[in-house]
């Protein structure tokens, strides 16, 4: 009863669901004023500092090098397939060598250090520039996770990946062509920037389904012992879902224009592949979209729960108050102190007032009976 | 009255209506990281074996085969239309050699194992891949029906369908193919394909009609006695239709580039079929969005019959209050001890006091009346 | 008060409002399963009898066949318009025979058959196969009327109209030929087609304005006196205007295709009429389109209207409560049975309660008068 | 007090918001059934007589004649351009007359006749006819206008305007075209209907002026001092929105057309003033827009509104019965007649119940300061 | 305490919400009659002077003037670039002199003067005429910022801006002009004009910074300890987004416009740019939007907390009212002056009373407890 006693204003606060939504535009903002094409990085530090690894490989071999320097880096040989990843985006003269090593715009750059773009494609002919959003979440977080911008750059036969941390999103595919299996060193760089999409666009399912756990758990509460906390629990995961959807839905028109066949860069028998990964993103949206309307429905049942539950309450307290305030007034008028009440003289004048106090009692409960109410 | 009293967190819980959305993502979740093309089966295992039926048929005959053994697959020699059926997914090898026997593209084999694809249209040029849900219901559920996945392979004169179980989506056709009555055995792979599609939307209606019976039920229910579990039964039906609408939605699509004449694999007269197909899949979905805002409207009902019930209730308490409290006033005051209460000793004391009462219980059943109360 | 006291569910059940909508979905489930092609009446039996009358008429004549026999059917002669019009579709035969007669596809004669259509227009090459839903209403019922599908072929010279009950929906057209007053006897197929349609679509404006009346009767009710029945009236209408959008709405596209001036079967001057008819369908979706606002608008007001009336019943029963309680309190204080009270033997003890009574009255008074509650 | 006394059933009926929607489709529904091009009144007879007025003008000079007569009507001479305004439309047999003088075609007739259009716009080669809705407001009306049908003819040298009343909405063309000032006189026909159409949407301004003073006095209110009158200014509000932007939304289409330079009616150095007017178009209906924005803002507040209320009724209900239902079971108490009750002797008795009282009184106090009901 | 017994009605009025809406509107509406072209200022007047400024440069030098005469302006020469900035709209004259001196259309002229226009762009052939709105707030005050209007002339050599108010929006443009870095003094009138647009798109970003710091605070209070200032905050945030979506969602096309290449005075180079500020705008609608969605959510969460406020109440009220009305009734029953109540003259009697009351308030609470009320 202690928690209820304790007044509102003194309880807890909860968690603040738009935090993430922020920072971006705190440090956008704070970068208001200045030229364009400014290299600064707009963000959290997420790494504490950048590596730079390279894979190159042909249909033969595949050369795998950690820490590279940025002397190091070299232009792919004819046939070879170059794979450089920068993890770490704090150090902007990192990216500005790299920029200037393989010639990228200003802009490109710019866009790489200011990690709150959705996910877009620009083709700059000689490459293609995309940007995505990987998910992650933390095992013990009850978040429904973080996103990390994602940038790939895609030449002839080149790919540059930029992430913010050193979370290792592309392993998998790294594995694919350490092994050599499948069609990944037989192709080009098309195919591997659609492995990594790929690989993004995957880590969605496992979120999605979280959050399909999460509207299981919320559906429960709400239906059995909904409570105020369950209406913030559902608005966490509306907020949660609205900043997922902001993630998701440009993936759409960035993968429609991949598939529409435009740049030459995209070899006419990766487009099947890139198809395959925008039905997966299509699926994603859809499922989104799906959890919106449950989402929205679990509001209703919440509001309609509360609206019975104070149904229920003053429902007793009716039952209650009709009962008794009747019969009350029933003695406490034989509680009057007139000299001539010829009843308080009667023999039966007792037995009488019980008979009627059970009559009434009884009638009442029966008017409650057919009510329903009881 | 028991039900009314035990606390509302020990009631039994009820079903939950999201369960079916889950399993798809944490099956493709639990893919997540694979390279593409891998084959493996994602969804229920429906079938206990794999089963493989083939029906070879032109205009004059037609031979029906059960039981098909994996090395007894040909192909179908000229003027002659072969229709393969296999039933039962999760047999990936099965697939595997099916797809390598007909050469069709790994993706697609894997399209056809990950059974929890949105329905679509791709065309691979020398076949179109055309993925449906199919509805059931076992007679037995309250439930609105669960969805399978059916994929089907069209080719110039060859018809594959995948299902997950064994049941006998395609048994009308098969029937008009050995009764060889109407235009089926005249015509070609791209109509049975039709036939095919057509039979699977049939049994939208059916859902269709459930659905009506359903929110009858539901509408009699709001309007006469409410219940909770009413509101439970409303979200149920709402999420069953978000279910089912994303089986139907991209039929639209999926039968509009059909239509489109595009493909050379669809003949110029199968074309009006496939408008009339289309025509249903566009009925079904208009339907839906009707059903969609008869629910929506009936929890608005729902939610001004709780407010009007609680105004019910109240105005029960308030008319008991308001005329009893006034009353017991009364009496307690002639209960009073003091010395000098000249009332007491009145000779009309307790008949004025009785006459009060009269008149306040009168002059309130008045305005009650007047206010429309009672 | 005899209604207040009876329970909820004992009331007798309000007319089923999505009833319509169900017998179409049965009927089509009904057919489930059937090949393509099938000709099978779906549908209400409407019409006792079915009748075939038949009007030939050039610019200089007209001739009126009632009750035609199927082997009198003739082709109209050169320079000849022929209107055919067949009413009642349960006799399958019938349209078989006309169909086989005119030369029509085996999916428009289903169509024809099955009067679950939306509207739409197909375009046959030969012949033109249009739909509409044709609205009537039981000058008796309460009802907003139920639609009749009116399927209209239009061939070089030829019209041909399936009706599914005897109503006179085309007399007015009728009349005009028999009159020859106008255009239409110069005119030929397509602009009788016109007529037709514009006769279908006129009396949408009559159903407009019964529900012009009725929304504004429930306006003045729920403003006035709501009851439960109102939100029943209010749900009622919207429902029947969902019913009404589907019937309407695709007419939208229907006459957009008709005045495309795609068909060689319509000719450049019959456009302008064919643009007038489509305004008219624009100005009814449009006029829908606004009434559901209204009606939405309507929700809100009856929701509000029931929440001011339970703080008027709990304004009542907080006045008395709070001007009583504390009354009854006092009173009670001096109905205690102490042996020394002292206040029990002062001489104006008696007084001095009367004056705290009153005192706490009128201060309760003020403050309730301060509050604006009385 | 007394209008709380009040039955709410017996209170004045508030003035009806969709009057003005139903006349229209009352005339619409008497004219269903008659032939295309039948020349009806379909509308008020606002005007007492038909006012003729005719102004021809070229660069060098202006003419002006009022109360024309219709064998007064003459063609414009070569590079003279020649504005004729029919005032009142209810002697169908002037607009006839002028219809068969200057070759209208029968359905532009009876469009301009029916006066229930929605704005648009037809090219008919050799005009073009486009409908307007012009708003006026009676200065002491608390409505928010009306809208009168504007038909405007527009011929090579020729406009037509067709007005239902004798508002002088055109007065400041006219003397533009008197004073000679400007490029009026120096363009053509189409500068002229520009005019027309410019002086028609600016008068929209006004009404919208109109609805930003109603929608402060309303948000006043809600904030301030809600009542369910409040409510019905906001739904009345709401519908008189409705109906304005039902004139409103068409222009978008109307001047999307006009601007698109299709017309060769249209002249080059006119398109930029065209586009001016679109862009107030635009600008009337964003701010519409933003307007249903608000109001369905206030909406929410007014309810939330509602609901606080009912709390603040509640906690003082609850403050007052918390108080004293336990003092005046206490005093009850010591009201029993028992024989045996030893406080009931207790030298300090009485003093006891005191102290208890107070202590009870001052526990609930703090409790009630500690929720912060007080 | 003071605050809750105020009566509503005599709280102090709320900020307006909407009065940035209406003078824009009074303003068209006082124009409304005047002939197209009139150059009349619609508008604040937010600058005490007209302040003339010039700045040539070339890829060498920057010349920079303030408080230019009208006298003074020249056209630019070959290679240089001349941007001219008009501070303060009030003295139309001024407006006017440049307007002949730069040969600008007079419906460029009005719509400068007109400061209520949404932004657009508009393609003069000689000239792109831009309309933005720049936001800016006042640091002390609690609105988020109101808009002034930026037009913007592009011509091939020139830029010419015109502001209502002396704001040094284009400091940092100028500065970088002066220090002659980066891209801006090698290229030409186009690289200013996007350096402009990106000035007045980068302050938007400082807007919603404020706007989530004001959703973070409303969440926070509406989670902790909701008021109705509270809603009126939400509304006052709603009125306000929907002001600055407003000023937002046409950008979209504007920039769309320009990075579409049409026009020629846009050089190649500098379309990656405008395309990045094209993606700054989507970014800003997209962040709005996302907003709407969270600040509608609180609405919800606002509502059901103070319902769950209504039944914590209730459920005080329930629990005084049961426990103590039953055992009044009791405690009253002996307070009847029966002459023959054999139980107040048993030994017992008083203790058995004690023992019921006792039972009945256990028994009360271990069902409350049951309940999950206390």
């Known amino acids: 009863m202690a928690s209820k006693r304790r ?23 704070a970068k208001s004023g200045l030229p364009p094409g400014s290299l600064i990085h707009v963000g959290d530090k997420l790494a ?19 820490d590279v320097q940025l002397q190091d880096l070299t232009k792919p040989r004819n046939g070879e397939t170059c794979w450089i990843t920068i993890q770490g985006l704090h150090e902007v003269q990192v990216v500005e060598a790299i920029g200037s090593h393989f010639q990228l715009h200003p802009l490109v750059l710019e866009d790489i250090l200011n990690t709150t773009q959705r996910p877009k494609i620009e083709d700059l002919g000689d490459y293609l ?35 913010e941390s050193h979370r290792a999103y592309f392993q998998g595919v790294a594995e694919r062509i350490r092994s050599g299996k499948g069609r990944i060193r037989k192709s080009g760089s ?23 756990e999460r509207i299981e758990l919320l559906e429960d509460e709400v239906a059995t012992h ?14 949660g879902m609205v900043y997922l959807r902001r993630c998701v839905w440009p993936l759409r028109e960035v993968l429609s224009r991949l ?33 919106r309307d449950i989402v929205s429905g679990m509001l209703d049942i919440y ?8 149904n229920e309450i ?59 109410w009881i």
């Open 303 to 310: 509001l309609s729960s509360v609206s019975n539950k104070l």
């Open 7 to 29: 007044p509102f204003h003194l309880r807890k606060p909860r968690p603040r669901p738009v935090r993430k939504l922020v920072p971006a535009h705190r440090l956008m903002a």
């Open 226 to 239: 909904p409570t105020p906390e369950t209406i913030q629990g559902i608005h966490k995961l509306k907020t």
């Open 129 to 163: 520039y995309i940007v995505l959003r990987a998910l992650h979440q933390e095992d013990d977080s009850a978040d429904i996770g973080s996103a990390e911008q994602v940038s790939v750059i895609v030449g002839p036969n080149l790919v540059l990946t930029f992430l």
């Open 48 to 66: 504490d500092s950048v590596r730079i690894s390279m894979v190159t490989y042909d249909e033969s071999q595949a050369q795998f090098k950690e």
């Open 314 to 372: 003053m429902k007793v307290l009716t039952i209650i108050a009709t009962l008794f305030i009747p019969l009350t007034f029933v003695t406490s008028w034989y509680g009057m102190n007139f000299k001539t009440m010829p009843e308080l003289d009667w023999r039966w004048g007792y037995l009488m007032v019980i008979a009627i106090a059970v009559s009434v009692a009884v009638a009442m409960l029966i008017i409650f009976r057919r009510r329903g």
């Open 190 to 212: 098309d195919y591997l920037a659609y492995c990594l999409i790929d690989a993004v666009i995957d880590r969605y399912f496992v979120v999605l389904e979280r959050l399909a």
């Open 259 to 291: 598939t529409s066949g435009e740049s030459p860069l995209i070899r006419q028998d990766t487009l099947p592949y890139l198809r395959d990964v925008y039905d997966h993103a299509i699926h994603v949206i859809d499922t989104m979209e799906t959890y």
